[in-house]
């Protein structure tokens, strides 16, 4: 039996790397493993708990159950890519999750954090129970709900004051 | 750290074990703060700093806390019962106010100032307008003063950081990746080992116990990628190799042999169960005369409440690294209770348990005993026999199966009311559990697996109520299966069983629950809890369950109360905690929905308000969850539960509304808040259950089948056939090869190979004509025959050469072996002339006269037209050569008889080539004869009849099952109604996906994705021809329909399938493409297919975009897997009829 190594390109926050692996290997063994980016958690290893939650162009993947192989040409975000890459200014998710304190152990956090951006991305103005559906299959056992959900409305917030902002001094820049 | 050389000064403590330091001031000016207890994920590590920095006046930013290291932090015991802020920083605390005390000292003496005029602020000591900073007052040597417990410290009034809000010290990193949780310690050389647990799993006691492994076969794993090496000890077994998937590959497939365990008690029945086992009783409270007591009661009941088997649940399974270090280890963990564990690791290894460095690391939070000790113990045993560090993560199913449980609990009361009060009262509780002996411990046989009863069955047991005649007493016992202690310990159930009673009483007494309570409790603190809590939350009083409806739902709230009391008996009093909440029931369906809770709770001084808010959070949903849906399933064997599906856990959209009370008592001593909230969790739901419907709920948890059965609501369930339990234990049977399924399903019934003695003549062996002689064209049309034909994937072995033959294909008829279709002389098709190849082809004749099994597809090959078949010939003798040996195959009466295909071909094999209809398209001829010739379309969609003939005419591609895989139909109306369309058809076959209608899966996706070679303008004509196929108009698919019963079925699909099914963010990448009522599996005459599926999973090719689904058939029963498909069905096309 020998090793079924191929080469693998995969852009990965925004960097293309190429990388000798077995592509059957998940993305998530791969991320952790090959990359060093410890942002995702293994949790259930069956797309049951979130804690491996990636972005693949912007929509969630739980990448337990993704093979490497089958990201192809798209463009894989993780946790560590969330945050400004020049000035290092937190993601607002991030930020939110901070300001509201939404983790106790924090290991499912990767997991609400990926899945409120792509949450956010869809829909910028969700209700509190919008933000229950979306979560719905993120678990988190230390029962810290309440905070990640008040986590996600501070971001919600934080990104329309952010979006207002720029369209005002868009419109400012027009004007004159 | 700073070089303490540079002069520190520290507090410490001289024990007999050594030297333990609480408190380093360096010359950096920051103070370092050694605690031996642990971050468990509940801030604790701020609320330490908070402290520390309080009482030595420094910003928290120059306080840093150190917490469980052995090597570093004094032994102060496991961190459990919420002893933290309580117990384990008293002497911290004290510490820090003793470095102050000395700095402030030395300050004066240098400033020469009266030391109480001195004053510090921000690190630096003033008087008057002199000053000098504290890291100045350093000798410019390692200093250290022996404790002073009696220390004065600071005034609450004066706090100017606890009890203030102060943020999380861990999250910026953790909310950025960055944060080093247990599993992302990398060591350097690290290597990986993956453990292979034994057949009992989550048992701790018996003689089977370290005594079953047979044996195992390294040599069928020793040249697999990254094999390092084979352990065992004991029932101990693992492997290590270079990387963790390796590991756990070979984990996998090393054949291992165990002993059958034997039958553990009946877990179905917890009560009988639990009574039945050795238990010896210890009174804990005889105060008055209770049988003279009851015997004088005007009012007396006998209550039994029962509590499951609950997971610790930790999001990240147990992990580990461990490095010999030529004996004198290093242990990188997650453990709760790090200097216990040293203990246990030298107990294992022989060690000095001073010679054994333990570097704590945060995990997942455990919320009690999990196997965060155990894997440290199966790491260092892997590192002992390599001599390299390793890695040891535990699976998710390995967590779940093994890790000490919440144990079951048993409790019965018996009270009496004397003129409306409380005069009777008697508890007898049982508790089967223990602390968990380290796994590694038990597997090895370095402690002998006899039962160890022990004594935590003591908690709460004690009424806070006013009771002139008790008899409470605990049953000590040993666990049944393995557990220890969980968030609440044996205190939850017996206050689920106290408060339940209480309330019970009180509407016997004719009072409002909340005013009984008050009449009884003694303590004016508790008291002043329950009146605060009852009027915060806008509690009604009422003195008989109200019962109120609206609709279909019926609503209700209810109240409990308790003083955690922890440690051993009588223990030590935490935060109290009172519960208000409010309760929805669906009396159609039983589904309780907590709507909304209210706790207050006591806890003296707050240190960090929003940590103390966040835990009565924690708490809340922790346990509505437990209360509501947990419970862990055995079978006859072991725990059955390997993942969230049979082990559903509440989700966002299920937990309640939250108010809190925080009664601020900053002159009182902190209490313990990390699990008081949880404790009268379960009797308020039970007692708003109650308020709601009149119904007593006495055994957790209150799902809807119990709730059903309690309120009679039809259809009353027997025991529904998705519970888990009672099933032969299976096979792990983790993703089984799926594309030799497939390669079965193309076979068919019958299937190629040359088995019969031959009938025909045989046509010499002659070589192939050279590759020469064959035109590129040619053979670049011979290999869009082959990928039409996907002949690769029937004639490819698992892990074998491509193309080379001996995939097994079990038949009805026996098991045979595909053959070797490269140009090898002997084993393959080297020795065939064209003549040969031929005949084989439109026949089902071997060159040497054998009839082959029809399932072979010659009856569709025989279409094909002469240049295609010779295009085909020459592709295959142009194929690099392989010499493998084919295994003969192995038939049963009467298909291993010479006559039988013969007379077969004769009944149903009309070798022609297809001629085309000149009414009809070029395109449409085009299609028809790739659809019925190289491409055999028919041999998966046609049904067969009794000898394995495919079906004519009307049943012609009308669908089939075939090896477990459906295949839907492709004609008639049947088709029509699907809404297949050239354009979508031609889509599913060139992408595997036509959108919004189906996506290709199991064997069709590989099918798709042979097809790639395959021009368009072919892919196109099949479309055609096949649209034309197809009757009638589109039917849209049905709306699902939700259960009007929901069972562990239902929560099985909903936290196993609904991820990718019903995916809660649209567009998520590893969910299905198209929903599950356009599945033609679960829309299929038979459950077969769609079991198929669910029991091995999909492992998509890697072309296309297709999906890979998980495989469930090591996890779930079959009676499991039956019961989901069944209920899939049900939900997603209600318009058919059930399965038979």
Known sequence: MTDVTTSLHLTVNGALRRLDVDPHRTLLDILRAELGLKGPKYGCGMAQCGACTVLVDGAPARACVMRAGKVGAREVTTLEGLADAETGALHPVQAAFVAEEGAQCGYCLNGLVMSAVALLRQDPNPDESLIRAALAHNLCRCGTHKEIVASVLHAARAMAAEASGQAATETGAMSE | MTDLSEGSLSIHRDTETGRDTFVTFDSAGVVTAFNGHVDLGTGIQTALAQIVAEEIDLPLERVQVILGDTARTPDQGPTIASETIQIAAVPLRAAAAQLRQELMRRGARRLNAPETGVELRDGVIHWKDTSVRLEALLEGRAESLPLELSTPVKAPSDYRIVGHKTARQDLPAKVTGTHTYIHDVDVAGMVHGHVIRPPYSGRDSGPFIGTSLIGWDETAVRDMPGFIAVVRDGDFLGVVATRADQAQAIADALPVQWRQPPEQVDLRDLRHAIRNQPATPRALDRSGDFDAGLADSDVSLSRTYVWPYHLHGSIGPSCAVADWNDGAPIVWSGSQNPHMLRGDLATLTGLPADQIDIRRYQAAGCYGRNCADDVCGDALLLARAIGRPVRVQLTRAQEHLWEPKGAAQLMDI???????????????????????????????GAVSPEPRPSDMGDRTTIPPYRIPHKRITVHDMAPIVRAAWMRGVSALPNTFAHESFIDEMAYEAGKDPVAFRLEHIEDARAADLIRRTADAAGWDARDTPRLRREGRMAYGSGFAYAT??????????????????DVAIDMETGEVTMTRVFVGQDQGLVINPDGVRHQIHGNINQTASRVLKE?????????????????????????????????????????GVGESAAVPSAAAIANAIFDATGVRMREAPFTPERMRDALGIAPRETMPPALPGRTPPRRRTRRKPRVLAMAAAIGGALTAGAVALPMARSIPASAAPGAGSFSSDLLERGAQVFATGNCATCHTAEGGVANAGGRPIETPFGTIYTTNLTPDRDTGLGGWSFTAFDRAMRKGISRDGHNLYPAFPYTSFARMSGEDMYALYGYLQTLPPVRAEVPTAQMVFPTNLRPTNAVWNALFHRPAELAPDPAQSDDWNRGRYLVEGAGHCSACHSPRNALGAEQTGAAALSGATIKGWFAPALAGSAAGARGWDADSLYSYLRDGVAPGRAAASGPMADVVASLAPVPDADIRAMATYLATLTEGTEVAAPEPVLPNAPDATHRLFESACATCHEPAIAGTVTAAHVPLGQSTAVRAPTPEGLETVIREGLVAPMTHDLRDMPAFGGELSDTQIESLGRYLRARYAPDLPAWE
């Open chain 2, 414 to 444: 018996t009270g009496g009311l004397k003129d409306g009060a409380l005069h009777a009262y008697s508890l007898d509780t049982w508790y089967p559990s223990n602390r968990g002996p380290n796994l590694a411990l038990l597997l090895t």
């Open chain 2, 564 to 581: 955690y009391v922890h440690g051993p008996f009588p223990g030590t009093a935490a935060a109290a905690a009172a519960w208000v909440c």
């Open chain 2, 631 to 671: 419970e862990v399933s055995f079978d006859e064997i072991t725990v059955t539960p390997q993942s969230w599906a049979t082990y559903p856990i509440m989700t966002f959209p299920e937990v309640p509304e939250i108010d809190t009370l925080l009664i601020e008592r900053p002159e009182e001593p902190a209490l």
